[in-house]
């Protein structure tokens, strides 16, 4: 079982940063994938970007694309979201997410979760 908890959210201007972290529990966090989401009031959690065991391997959404970089420190059971150029529809509350065997990005391939931290950008 992974336990995980998300950090590093908050009020940020249009066009600013944040870096969002997610320390896991437990000695497996090498052997787990994991993945950033979201879910905006009213809408449907969706993908944002996902990370191999191994960090070799990424991928994005469309709409984060060339502005969010997942990375992942396995010596410190971390995963981060670094988030640049921020938009007023990036407000969500963020989730990451993990688990051993995945199909990246698809929502329902993620067993463990933490509970969410909240991104507002004004405009």
């Known amino acids: 079982q992974v336990q995980l908890a998300e950090s590093g959210g908050g009020l940020v201007q249009a066009g600013g940063s944040l870096r969002l972290s997610c320390a896991a529990s437990?000695?497996?966090?090498?052997?787990?994938?994991m993945g950033w989401f979201r879910q905006a009031p009213g809408k449907e959690r969706e993908f944002v970007a996902s990370?191999?065991?191994?960090?070799?391997?990424?991928g994005y959404a469309d709409s984060v694309k060339g502005r969010f970089t997942i990375s992942r420190d396995n010596a410190k059971n971390t995963v981060y979201l670094q988030m640049n150029s921020l938009k007023p529809e990036d407000t969500a509350v963020y989730f990451c997410?993990?688990?051993?065997?995945?199909?990246?990005?698809?929502?329902?391939?993620?067993?463990?979760w933490g509970q969410g931290t909240q991104v507002t950008v004004s405009s």
């Open positions: 997410a993990a688990d051993w065997l995945v199909v990246a990005g698809q929502v329902s391939s993620y067993r463990y």
């Open positions: 437990g000695r497996t966090f090498s052997s787990v994938a």
């Open positions: 990370i191999s065991r191994s960090g070799d391997s990424t």
